[in-house]
C-alpha cells in the first residue's frame, strides 16, 4: 500500500534497540510505520496501543498498519462456492467494519475532534484483511 502511494518503505538497521518496522522519507522528515497481526479480535485493542507506544518510544509519528485478516472468521473468506453470485466481500463486511470502527474509537475521540491520549504519533490507521479464494474455482469456460 506504501509502495502504491509513492513511498519508497525502508526497514531499519537492526541497532538492538526498539525501531518500528518500517521507515518512509517524505522530503526530509521520516516517519514510522508499525504493522500489527493481531491474531484475534480480543488481541485488536493490545495490539493497537502497543504500535502506538511503539512510534512514541522512537520518537517518530507515523502509520499504524493494523492486518485483522487472523481476526475474520476464516471460513467466510476461504470457502466461498464456485455458485456464490455476490461479491465475496459482502460475506466479511460487516465483521470487519465492527473491528474497523473499534479501532478508529480507540485512537480517535469524535466527540472531542482528536486524538486519544496515547495515540498523539499516530497520523494514519490502515486497516486490511488480505483476500479470499474460492473453494472450488469456477472453470472459465463454463464447465463445472
Not at 109 to 134: E, K, S
Request: charged share 25%.
Amino acid at each position: 500500500m506504501l509502495h502504491f502511494a509513492d513511498l519508497v518503505p525502508t526497514v531499519p538497521v537492526d541497532t538492538g534497540s526498539k525501531k518500528p518496522d518500517y521507515m518512509i522519507s517524505v522530503v526530509t522528515k521520516l516517519y514510522g510505520v508499525e504493522v500489527k497481526r493481531p491474531e484475534s479480535e480480543a488481541a485488536i485493542e493490545r495490539s493497537v496501543r502497543g504500535a502506538a507506544q511503539q512510534l512514541s518510544s522512537v520518537g517518530l509519528s507515523g502509520v499504524l498498519a493494523i492486518d485483522v485478516s487472523d481476526c475474520v472468521v476464516r471460513g467466510d473468506l476461504e470457502r466461498i462456492s464456485h455458485a456464490w453470485d455476490g461479491p465475496p466481500y459482502v460475506r466479511v463486511l460487516p465483521e470487519y467494519a465492527r473491528m474497523r470502527d473499534g479501532i478508529g474509537r480507540q485512537v480517535y475521540d469524535a466527540t472531542r475532534r482528536g486524538l486519544r491520549p496515547g495515540y498523539g504519533p499516530v497520523m494514519v490507521t490502515m486497516i486490511l484483511a488480505r483476500g479470499y479464494h474460492w473453494n472450488r474455482s469456477p472453470d472459465a469456460f463454463g464447465r463445472d
